[in-house]
């Protein structure tokens, strides 16, 4: 604790006697500072005990007292000491009364007391409590590295908290709450997520004070890492400013989780190393050396079900301006990994991203709610879709772990063609094929195939066209497309014959058939000519 007036005038070598403001003697001393001037605010910074004899003052004049006692009290002087025996042989009642209508501590100072005594007094506790906050703060600082060596980051929290007092949460990169400590400031700690992620937009080190909307505490947010973007976030929460031993403990938690997490990014990419050799194995059709190779780094996730997602990028944004949508997804997917206590594979390949992950797990989950967050904001700012496709094989296994490559690939094929940013492999068996019509080459196979039927008919000698479209939907049946036509069938029979004429194509080959079917569902053009 910092000298307060009460251990001033506890000090048995000064004799202070209290005259007034009996009630305030805990108030902290900053420094204790002599001044005869007649107005010394000036000078003052707040927080010292002015020592006086009142040399140029006329203690006795009750009005000049209440202005002079009136002005050090807005000062935020905490006090004032007065040196009887020098030009007063005793305090003047007037500046006793004002200096109790201010509520201003007033201390008498025998002759025999020097102020030099009283400064040395001040200066001396104002060392030793600096001295015990720098040694408790190597003391924290001993016990939270024990404590992060025993237990890891959750362990480094728990005594966080309790060397301040408070509550500390970790975050990570996606701005989600990874630990807290104790346990019932998870609810806290998740109201400063928006916090969190305006700080993350920040180059490290970054720091700010934020509260609660309902100001149960104070709570500073530290960045953790040492690159352009933050890796984590601390949360430390108090019910009052930090003092300088809590000051250390924060400061060293901050060193120690930054340690923790740089430590934790080499691993990550040694980690991506080995995946990248087991996904090269799986694809081979290796899969028990893939497991050996893997070990027990991912888990259970080559012994059950799980889906490959492959995600690629047209135009690569600048890693460097944090905008790269791959490496967003890769954070979002392992976050949510991490939380649900998942193993999943990521592997970045170029312009794509590959991901292993269980099968209807949080990873997987996590993927899905990025695509949808994309295509949500993509839709009124009218964009392309273009920044971020991402194609979803169905659940497999490891030995067919190539053909969930290639349905993802698929998928993601499929995406890009449609303008979607996320495909699942389901959602193509489950659909039509006609919407794969769509495509620029088989729309320009339609136009060529049908436009000699076109300009047959725009001479008016004929409807081959919707002849040809009636017939076919109903499987070559004479009467029902005649009936549906409104001809005979001995029209219609010839109407067919001079699309085969006009063609060179025969519609007894079923494959011309299901072309001509195809090529009209492609053209989507009724009567009229294609183009």
Known sequence: MPPTLASLVHHSALKLTVRAGEDRLDVPVRWAHVSELADPVPYMDGGELLLITALKLDAEDPQAMRRYVKRLAE??????????GVNYEETPKALVDAAREQGLPLLEVPRRTPFLAISKAVSAEIAADQYRAVTAGFA???????????????????????????????YDASGAVVATAPEWAGRRAARLTADVERLRERPAPASSVVGPPDNEDRVELHSLGTGRRPRAALAVGTAAALGTAERYAVHSAIALLTLTTERSRSLHAAEQRI?????????????????????????????????MTVAETATRVAADAGGDPLAALAEAVESAAARAGEAVLVVPEGERLIVLAPDGGAAVAACGEYAAALEAAREPAGGDGD????????????????????????????ARRRGRVCVAHEQLAAGSVLPLL????????ADGLLRPLYEHDATGRGDLVASLRAWLSHHGQ????????????????????RVEEILGRSLDDPDVRMELWLALKATSAGDSSPG
């Open 75 to 84: 000062a935020g002087v905490v006090g004032l000491g007065f040196a009887v």
């Open 140 to 170: 924290a600082q001993r016990e939270l590295t024990k404590q992060a060596l025993a237990d890891g980051p959750e362990g480094l929290l728990a005594g966080l908290a309790s060397q301040v007092d408070g509550w500390a949460a970790l």
């Open 275 to 307: 995946g990248a050799a087991v996904l090269r194995m799986l694809l081979a059709g290796e899969p028990d050396h893939a497991r050996a190779v893997a070990g027990h780094l991912y888990g259970g996730l080559l012994d059950a079900p799980f889906r």
């Open 387 to 414: 920044e971020v496709v991402v194609g979803l094989s169905a659940p497999v296994g490891p030995i067919a772990a190539a053909a969930a490559y290639k349905q993802a690939e698929q998928a993601l094929s499929v």
């Open 438 to 445: 769509a495509d620029d080459a088989v729309k320009a196979f």
């Open 478 to 497: 004479w009467d029902a497309a005649a009936a549906d036509l409104g001809v005979h069938r001995h029209t219609l029979r010839y109407r067919m014959r």
